[in-house]
């Protein structure tokens, strides 16, 4: 079984390292990448951290949210809003169902 969880955590490394990669070629390095990073914990948090078919719909639920924020929201507040509205979003929703929308609730005991 350690075997299994070793194995998936190296693919999954390698295949986060092979994303970087391939978005650092498309867009260039820039300290405003780390944005992109920022936004993709809310979306996984949100789905459930469980659920590949939950991050996907996490990713558009705040992806239309983000975009919705920032064309009539942030005219409204001065700007900035289209940042801060993933994680308003994701604290709503944990407070309500702390495991995400689509994530299973397991309970195991040591």
């Known amino acids: 079984m350690k075997y299994v969880y070793a194995a998936t955590w190296t693919i999954a490394a390698v295949v986060a390292a ?7 070629n498309i867009n260039g390095l820039s300290p ?33 949210v983000q975009n919705l924020a920032g064309g009539y929201l942030d005219p409204l507040v ?12 994701v604290l709503l929703i944990l ?6 929308l689509f994530g299973s609730r397991r309970i195991e005991r040591v």
């Open 32 to 64: 405003t990448m780390s944005a992109i990073g920022l936004t993709v914990l809310p979306v996984v948090i949100l789905g459930g951290l469980d659920s590949v078919l939950g991050a996907i719909i996490g990713g558009f639920i705040i992806g239309i």
């Open 95 to 100: 407070m309500l169902k702390p495991h995400g």
């Open 18 to 24: 092979v994303g970087g990669v391939l978005l650092g």
């Open 78 to 89: 001065g700007g900035g809003l289209k940042d801060v509205v993933p994680f308003i979003i």
